[in-house]
């Protein structure tokens, strides 16, 4: 620790103690799984079954138009010590009237389905280190799709134990296969760190993963909610330990941040949390104010 700067010293503590509030709100009985007999009643009877529908956004699983060429699909993924965590994945439909998935969300049958009623899968984006996790079954689901990675992803370990195929990584610029209505930011930050930030033009929508957090008190355990509030997470801002990361590279990350705010977005659409739907443009310059001037 002596060794790490103020910032990263403070990243960790900042986890270190988020975890140990997660520990406090977690249960050691499973939600679901062989013998616990969780169906519709075992979700009327159980309250953690209840609040683990009530932290996401339903209907889950199902795309959802959010503007023209744009749809949304809320979705449900396992988080620290038992918890759920609201995930969601943007799906922008190309000019050649193929569809891009930003953050694949877990597979389907029906969900495949639905989409492929807007048009084909031809393009899976995991847009950072940790949203990736789903890729798998997409791939051998949509085999002809070709993938794009943030960079550094193909080299982690998990990644490649998992067999995972990665076609391409992003880098300074959107690939020509995108159709030219799709803006590449990257986002820098320390220790391999980065987030491929989307800009879609023709509907001013701007899509992120982690960059920006915006859970809402009410969808929370009670216990975790004077947490998340002094870390920011329900007010825009990520997890300490992420802002702590970028900042490694903070003088790239505030000139990216400065672009994405420059680029007067009318949505921001993210993994987690309630996604800025109006004023979205001040709503992420005061997400982004620990990057900001």
Known sequence: MRRQSTAARAGLVAAGLLELAVVSASSSRPRGGPGTGFGAVGRLL????????????????????????????DSQMSGAMGSVLPVRMTVLRLPDGGLLLHSP?????????ALEAIGPVRHLVAPNLAHWVFLKD?????????????????????????????????????????GGTVELVMVPGGLGFHECALFHHPSRTLLLTDLVMNLEARKVPALLRPVLRAFGMTDGMPPPYL???????????????????????????????????????????????????
């Open 46 to 73: 159980d309250p953690e079954a209840r609040w683990a529908t009530r932290a996401s956004y339903p209907p889950l699983d199902v795309p959802k138009p959010v503007a023209q060429d744009v749809f949304i699909v």
């Open 105 to 113: 969300t877990r597979y389907s049958i029906a969900l495949k389905r």
């Open 138 to 178: 997409w791939q051998a689901a949509c085999p002809d799709a070709t993938t794009w990675a943030a960079p550094g992803l193909r080299g982690r370990k998990q990644v490649r134990d998992a067999g995972l195929r990665l076609d391409g990584e992003l880098g300074g610029t959107e690939p020509a296969a995108w």
């Open 243 to 293: 802002r702590a990361v970028v900042k490694l590279r903070r003088g790239e990350a505030s000139r990216a941040a400065r672009h994405l705010v420059s680029l007067r977005p009318d949505r921001v659409v993210f993994a987690h949390g309630q996604w800025f739907e109006r004023n979205a443009t001040g709503a992420l310059r005061r997400a982004l104010r620990w990057l900001l001037p």
